[in-house]
Nanobody, 117 residues
Framework: VQLQASGGGSVQAGGSLRLSCATS????????IGWFRQAPGKEREFVAR????????RYTDSVKGRFTISINEAKNTVYLQMNNLKPEDTALYYC???????????WGQGTLVTVSS
């Protein structure tokens, strides 16, 4: 399983970015695709996830109403639309794949999001 994250950049507070995660490999190993982030000096944290079967989504509280995760099965790509960005959203964002959403075994490289005030 391979994942390739892209779409990071620098924006001002209130702006938007869309991250993409291109996936490939065994389908059953990527039933769940999640986005995580790690800010400087902080531990990595869960941001959002989507179940490829059924499309159910879950978000961490701090991004609810601002971020939307979606999937394009034809392109094997998962998106994270981020609106109303805040400086505290600044982090390295990673996408990852899991069989059951408990353990993410496959990780892509990070894409950096910087939000200035």
């Amino acid at each position: 399983v391979q994942l390739q994250a892209s779409g990071g950049g620098s924006v001002q507070a209130g702006g938007s970015l869309r991250l993409s995660c291109a996936t490939s490999g065994r389908t059953s190993s990527r039933n769940f695709i999640g986005w995580f982030r790690q800010a400087p000096g902080k531990e990595r944290e869960f941001v959002a996830r989507i179940n490829r079967i059924g499309g159910l989504t879950r978000y961490t509280d701090s991004v609810k109403g601002r971020f939307t995760i979606s999937i394009n099965e034809a392109k094997n790509t998962v998106y994270l639309q981020m609106n109303n960005l805040k400086p505290e959203d600044t982090a390295l964002y990673y996408c990852a794949a899991s069989v059951d959403s408990n353990t993410y075994n496959y990780w892509g490289q990070g894409t950096l999001v910087t939000v200035s005030s």
